[in-house]
T-cell receptor
């Protein structure tokens, strides 16, 4: 089974801190994604990556950056955390090839609170 | 702009009853439609995938239908169980070469004993 592991289930940080959320997948997937999920808004794409050292902005990239130095690891960085970044963050991965027919496999999320 | 709309937003049913969740989309050109189940505190998990040529697909007590002409899909749950309580998310992908699907906001289902 594909496993996507997010480093923390719960995280509490203070306003202005630099925050790192880590995600690791074990299936050699080319594509990795970061979403945030808020009540009533569903999943919104922050950033994604098709390959190592490659990144593309999603729908809501402001206030975030990402890093993909190795194929299996995709990090989300909050440069200076703000209270409006309190949310559930979900990481996903998928295989390339056969285009969009590949499912996304999700981690169990990191619930981040910014105080 | 690609959009996916789900209804109802939330639903409460009694254990053992059937229910149907709806999904309308404007994604074009259409490639496939997935239904995901997301249990509380967990990430979404794919239930079914439907491509253009398929109009019905079952996965146990879950049956998904697709009408590509009207751009509508439904997820029917038969003989509901307490473990069906979850959020169900409709996700549609286009065939334009993008790996980025369009997500609906989900339907929250609560099954009461």
């Amino acid at each position: 089974d594909v496993k996507v592991t997010q480093s923390s289930r719960y995280l509490v940080k203070r306003t202005g801190e630099k925050v790192f959320l880590e995600c690791v997948q074990d299936m050699d997937h080319e594509n990795m994604f970061w979403y945030r999920q808020d009540p009533g808004l569903g999943l919104r794409l922050i950033y994604f990556s098709y390959d190592v050292k490659m990144k593309e902005k999603g729908d809501i990239p402001e206030g975030y950056s990402v890093s993909r130095e190795k194929k299996e690891r995709f990090s989300l960085i909050l440069e200076s955390a703000s209270t409006n970044q309190t949310s559930m963050y979900l990481c996903a991965s998928s295989r390339s090839g056969e285009g969009s027919n590949q499912p996304q496999h999700f981690g169990d999320g990191t619930r981040l609170s910014i105080l | 702009k690609n959009q996916v709309e789900q209804s109802p937003q939330s639903l409460i049913i009694l254990e053992g009853k059937n229910c149907t969740l709806q999904c309308n989309y404007t994604v074009s050109p259409f490639s496939n439609l997935r239904w995901y189940k997301q249990d509380t505190g967990r990430g979404p998990v794919s239930l079914t995938i439907m491509t253009f040529s398929e109009n019905t697909k079952s996965n146990g007590r879950y049956t998904a239908t697709l009408d590509a002409d009207t751009k509508q899909s439904s997820l029917h749950i038969t003989a509901s169980q307490l473990s069906d309580s979850a959020s169900y998310i409709c996700v549609v992908s286009d065939s334009g070469g993008s790996y980025i699907p369009t997500f609906g906001r989900g339907t929250s289902l609560i099954v009461h004993p």
